[in-house]
């Protein structure tokens, strides 16, 4: 009987000893999840500011100004996201030794520089003068791109060559831009893409190109993903056919005003969720009196 209260004694000594080394253990684990913790908000931190960084960049690649086009009015509107990096870029490019100009809309959904760098590239756009066709271009662009890009990114690019004296548009759209037409007592038609991706077309399935002949106040809008996937708080998504409402919402509106009005619409239908995705809008209007002018010289 005498042995039992030193048998008591001994486990308890010996569970003790087991919670002592417990609580070291958790000690040990505490502090290495709370280094843990400092390192990822660090890292966050680092991220946000280089998210911040590439966003202001990208920003600040994005033309301010359209060039002034004879015989076209154009339009344009670029609102950043509030959070993330989604990389939209457009700008109008004359042709050298041409009656011919460029438009370009581009967007990449990735938190990676790669966005920064296809806005970099179509900025300096080093071989535009190079390529005899939209599809061409576009097909060079994809080649360069994939080196630098991740299979699961998301690149989107339209590409439209307008030739001032035959008022043809070669074009080529890889991705999900929307890209309108309307004649002027007309409705919207939507232009249709020429390969799901920029980064998905392959060798045995290059890029296609579309041709549009342009006529007298013809109407081409041109909206980045950002536009159409704008969510509302109930998970909803703005969509082509608020575009295409807001776009026609006065038939007689000059390309500025329908411009504003997309926008507006689109703010407005998600303005009780944060913006994640760059919104970009362009719109291009064939001025009347120059065609006729065209049309009576020939």
Same mark, same amino acid.
């Given at each position: 009987?005498?042995?039992?209260?030193? *048998?008591?004694?001994?486990?308890?000594?010996?569970?003790?000893?087991?919670?002592?080394?417990? =609580?070291?253990?958790?000690?040990?684990?505490?502090?290495?999840?709370?280094?843990?913790?400092?390192?990822?908000?660090?890292?966050?931190? =680092?991220?946000?500011?280089?998210?911040?960084?590439?966003?202001?960049?990208?920003?600040?690649?994005?033309?301010?100004?359209?060039?002034?086009?004879?015989?076209?009015?154009?339009?344009?509107?670029?609102?950043?996201? %509030? #959070?993330?990096?989604?990389?939209?870029?457009?700008?109008?490019?004359?042709?050298?030794?041409?009656?011919?100009?460029?438009?370009?809309?581009?967007?990449?959904?990735?938190?990676?520089?790669?966005? *920064?760098? *296809?806005? +970099?590239?179509? %900025?300096?756009?080093?071989?535009?003068?190079?390529?005899?066709?939209?599809?061409?271009?576009?097909?060079?662009?994809?080649?360069?791109?994939?080196?630098?890009?991740? $299979?699961?990114?998301?690149?989107?690019?339209?590409?439209?060559?307008?030739? #001032?004296?035959?008022?043809?548009?070669?074009?080529?759209?890889?991705?999900?831009?929307?890209?309108?037409?309307?004649?002027?007592?007309?409705?919207?038609?939507?232009?249709?893409?020429?390969?799901?991706?920029?980064?998905?077309?392959?060798?045995?399935?290059?890029?296609?190109?579309?041709?549009?002949?342009?006529?007298?106040?013809?109407?081409? *809008?041109?909206?980045?993903?950002?536009? %159409?996937?704008?969510?509302? $708080?109930?998970?909803?998504?703005?969509?082509? %056919?608020?575009?295409?409402? +807001?776009?026609?919402?006065?038939?007689?509106?000059?390309?500025?005003?329908?411009?504003?009005?997309?926008?507006?619409?689109?703010?407005?239908?998600?303005?009780?969720?944060?913006?994640? #995705?760059?919104?970009?809008?362009?719109?291009?209007?064939?001025?009347?009196?120059?065609? #006729?002018?065209?049309?009576?010289?020939?």
């Amino acid at each position: 009987m005498k042995q039992a209260p030193n *048998l008591l004694k001994q486990k308890i000594s010996i569970l003790e000893d087991k919670i002592k080394k417990k =609580e070291q253990l958790i000690k040990k684990y505490r502090q290495a999840l709370t280094d843990s913790n400092t390192r990822v908000t660090n890292i966050a931190k =680092e991220l946000a500011e280089s998210l911040s960084i590439i966003r202001d960049i990208n920003k600040n690649l994005v033309p301010v100004r359209l060039p002034s086009i004879s015989g076209f009015e154009l339009s344009c509107k670029f609102l950043p996201a %509030k #959070r993330g990096v989604s990389g939209d870029f457009f700008d109008i490019i004359p042709i050298k030794n041409s009656m011919k100009f460029g438009i370009i809309l581009s967007s990449c959904n990735t938190y990676s520089l790669t966005s *920064l760098f *296809l806005s +970099s590239f179509l %900025k300096s756009a080093p071989s535009i003068h190079k390529h005899k066709t939209a599809k061409d271009f576009v097909s060079s662009v994809a080649k360069k791109i994939k080196i630098s890009a991740h $299979k699961k990114e998301q690149m989107h690019l339209f590409y439209g060559v307008i030739s #001032r004296s035959s008022f043809e548009m070669d074009y080529c759209l890889a991705g999900d831009i929307f890209a309108g037409h309307k004649r002027e007592k007309g409705k919207f038609n939507i232009l249709p893409p020429c390969a799901e991706s920029l980064l998905q077309a392959k060798v045995k399935t290059p890029f296609k190109s579309g041709k549009l002949i342009l006529e007298p106040k013809d109407t081409l *809008l041109i909206c980045s993903p950002g536009v %159409k996937y704008r969510e509302n $708080k109930n998970g909803n998504f703005f969509g082509i %056919k608020n575009i295409i409402k +807001s776009a026609e919402k006065k038939p007689a509106a000059e390309v500025l005003e329908m411009r504003q009005n997309v926008l507006f619409a689109c703010n407005e239908f998600g303005k009780n969720k944060v913006n994640k #995705r760059d919104c970009s809008v362009l719109a291009v209007k064939v001025m009347d009196a120059i065609l #006729r002018l065209q049309n009576s010289s020939n």
